[in-house]
């Protein structure tokens, strides 16, 4: 390939198959709540991967991201966002940064979203997307999401992104109303569960089937 021929393709914005991915895999199967599809049609998802995987991005499936972990397939990400039913003044915390993009998308329509990734290498490349894509509103920690985030506490939402159990933790940072989201170990699969808090006790709904990379104890220093 010759060097302006380079020149083009880096520079592409994929504008195209982003459409094409919120029409196709979102709208057409059932996506509806219009902050998701707005934050979804503007986020580069190509620069939260490597520019290897770039021309990819958009396909309906998860991608690598190094450290044998992965991008969420678009729907999924979106699927979890519209579950928050986030109106747009929230502080949510996030467990499992990977590569950033879902932190994009709840940047996007919340006030300010904190998230924890257990993986080192991971936290510092989701720090430099994020600068690229300009979410300031992001603070990103690296360390094991399973204590949460003490210091914000209480969030209005806590989305996990990696599959498992839910660490009791979890539901004493949220506030009262608030919900948790994450894929539950289910057999060989995960179920997206949800769970809001009722002070003493919370309410519990069960949504798709799944297949999530699984939830660590601990910080790797990769
Ligand atoms: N939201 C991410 C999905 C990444 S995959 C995205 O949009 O790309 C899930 C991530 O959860 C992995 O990076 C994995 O390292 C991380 N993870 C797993 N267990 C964790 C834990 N206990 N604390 C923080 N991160 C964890």
Redesign the pocket.
């Known amino acids: 390939m010759n060097r302006s021929a380079m020149k083009v393709q880096t520079n592409q914005t994929f504008e195209r198959p982003r459409q094409r991915m919120v029409s196709d895999q979102l709208i057409a199967r059932g996506i509806c709540d219009a902050k998701v599809i707005e934050a979804m049609s503007s986020i580069p998802r190509h620069l ?1 991967v490597d520019a290897a995987q770039a021309a990819r991005a958009y396909n309906d499936s998860a991608l690598p ?1 190094g ?1 044998s ?4 397939q678009p729907y999924m ?1 979106a699927r979890m966002t519209e579950l928050l039913e986030l109106k747009g003044g929230e502080r949510v915390l ?10 994009a998308v709840l940047s996007r329509i919340c006030l300010r979203v904190y998230s ?4 080192e290498a ?1 936290h510092h490349r989701a720090r430099q997307n994020l600068r690229a894509a300009r979410h300031a509103n992001v603070m990103l920690k690296c ?4 204590l949460g985030w003490e210091e914000y506490a209480p969030y209005d939402a806590i989305i996990v ?2 599959g498992g159990f839910a660490s009791d933790v979890w539901l004493q940072q949220l506030k009262v109303g608030g919900l948790l989201l994450l894929p539950e170990a289910d057999g060989s699969h995960h179920r997206l569960v949800r769970r809001r808090n009722l002070g003493q006790t919370y309410e519990q709904e069960y949504f798709d089937t799944c297949n ?6 601990g910080v790797n220093h990769y």
């Open positions: 939260f991201i450290c972990q992965t991008i969420s990400v996030e467990i499992g940064t990977g590569c950033g993009y879902q932190s924890i990734e257990r993986i991971l360390g094991d999401g399973l992104t990696a999530f990379v699984p939830l660590l104890e």
